[in-house]
């Protein structure tokens, strides 16, 4: 069921559309930013994570745990991207190592008009949190929404990171199996 229900809102099996932004990539001066094009990820998993501004203030741990296992989702094939309804200034803080102990090695790109939150099912200002797991031909294959006005996330919420490492790879196996099932002579 949906935290929020929008019109754009992307429920699996939907496709991304081509999503164009300026991503904060780095703390390094002069280098802060690059474009980001969800397209250039077609042919890889892509994990789409957004977070409420009330998460940028009120939950680093979440935010730093993305960082922590970012090479865990790269050893699965998928690269993590952020998404936050705050300024890049407030980001970069985040980004550079300012606000929590080392650098977070993932993009991270704002959504101040609140529009991208729509796909997830939130609300950008709101307390709500969700995380989209894109397939390599741009097929949204499962989205973890959590309430932060709830005491317990759901055991998928976006919150458990292992939950998503785990259905990546699930659905990696899903893919594969069904390719041995459509082509047995080609596994």
Known sequence: MSLHRSPSQLYPGSTLPDLRLRALVSGEYGREYAPFAS????????????????CLLACPGEITEFGRRFDDFAAAGATVFGIAPDTHAILHTWRSGRAIPGTLPLAIAEDRSGALAGLFGIEALGRDAAT????????????????????????????????????????QLEIAEQANREDPIAA
């Not at 397209?39 to 009330?54: F, M, N, V």
């Open 132 to 171: 989209m797991i894109v397939d390599p031909n741009g097929t949204v294959r499962a989205v973890f929404q959590a309430s932060q006005h709830t005491s317990q996330h759901p055991g998928d919420a976006c919150r458990n990171l292992e939950s998503v490492l785990w259905r990546l790879k699930e659905l």
């Open 39 to 54: 397209s250039e990820h077609r042919g890889g998993w892509l994990i789409l994570t957004y977070w409420p501004l009330a």
